[in-house]
């Protein structure tokens, strides 16, 4: 199965069909596109559905988080790429988190 790079309102879009709380991007070292799409869901309920989905789209195991804090209980994190001259960290901090605005 071949790693499909997708674009990060794509995901966003979706999450909030799947009644995620927040999604934002960030970098990450562990993404083969260099950046994931982190979206937190307040509930299992789909959660689940939209870590398996998402899974099959990219072709790359996508798999839910408990983290001990957050907007939300639950984190899925997927791998995505931002559109061009949208990066703009300040102070050249990697790892840092990119908020999109909020998708209730």
Request: charged share 20%; with cysteine.
């Amino acid at each position: 199965m071949s790693r499909l790079s997708v674009p990060f309102g794509l995901v966003a879009e979706l999450a909030a069909e799947f009644g995620a709380v927040e999604c934002f991007w960030r970098e990450s070292d562990r993404s083969f596109t260099g950046f994931v799409a982190e979206v937190w869901f307040s509930e299992g309920g789909q959660v689940g559905e939209f870590a398996v989905k998402w899974s099959r789209v990219v072709g790359y195991h996508i798999r839910v988080r408990c983290p001990e804090s957050g907007p939300g209980r639950f984190a899925v994190s997927v791998p995505v790429v931002v559109p061009v001259g949208e990066v703009r960290l300040s102070g050249g901090v990697r790892g840092g988190r990119v908020r999109c605005g909020l998708v209730s």
